[in-house]
């Protein structure tokens, strides 16, 4: 992913790539000449940033999936003192597939069962997806669930496919089906760029891509 962030960032005019941070770099002296960070790192490197964006107060997008309890805590603590937005899929149809199932699930009620599939290539490790949990615990949020129990999940790895979600809310007369599918994974470097450009001029909190769309 960062190679991809780096290529989007080099196709805007009005954007310059301060550094690229490897294991052997001074993640210091990049951050330092940053206006922003972007992180698509892994879980374990993701403390590393969070120190370094602290001591330059630098704000922050953090794509990296995976993160436990623990880490989001960390974040939490973060977007206190910075802005951040933090989300397993940056994506913007998938913000907008987000909205639109939260908007179903408050209005059809819990009459409807909902299945979430997913499809990913062989190589990922989690399941079900980031993605899917995360359309779970907003669809559970608006049925006023405390979990994600009433959502059935299925799950699929095969291939190379980059990421397909799908949401199927039915009752015992109509079914709705809401999919999103993505073609390559530039799709989460544009968004990491389009939610870089908004959170430099946001107050500390930890956001979403969902209020770099449509706002709080």
Known sequence: MGQAVAAAIEREADLTLAGVWARQTDIDAIVNAADVVIDFSLPEATATVLEAVLRHGKPLVCG???????????????????????????????AVLERAVRDAAATLGPDFAIEISETHHQHKKDAPSG????????????????G??????????????????EVIMQSASE??????SVTTRQVFADGAIRAARWVVSQAPGRYQMRDVLFGR
């Open 64 to 94: 990296v999936s995976g993160l436990d309890d623990r880490m989001v805590d960390r974040l939490d603590q973060t977007a206190a003192r910075i802005p951040v937005v933090y989300d397993r899929n940056m994506s913007l149809g998938i």
């Open 131 to 146: 993605t899917a949990l995360k359309l779970g615990e907003a669809i559970a949020e608006e049925r006023g669930e405390s």
């Open 148 to 165: 994600t129990g009433s959502v059935h999940f299925e799950v699929e790895r095969r291939g190379e496919v980059p990421g397909d979600h």
């Open 175 to 180: 079914r709705l089906t809401f999919a999103h």
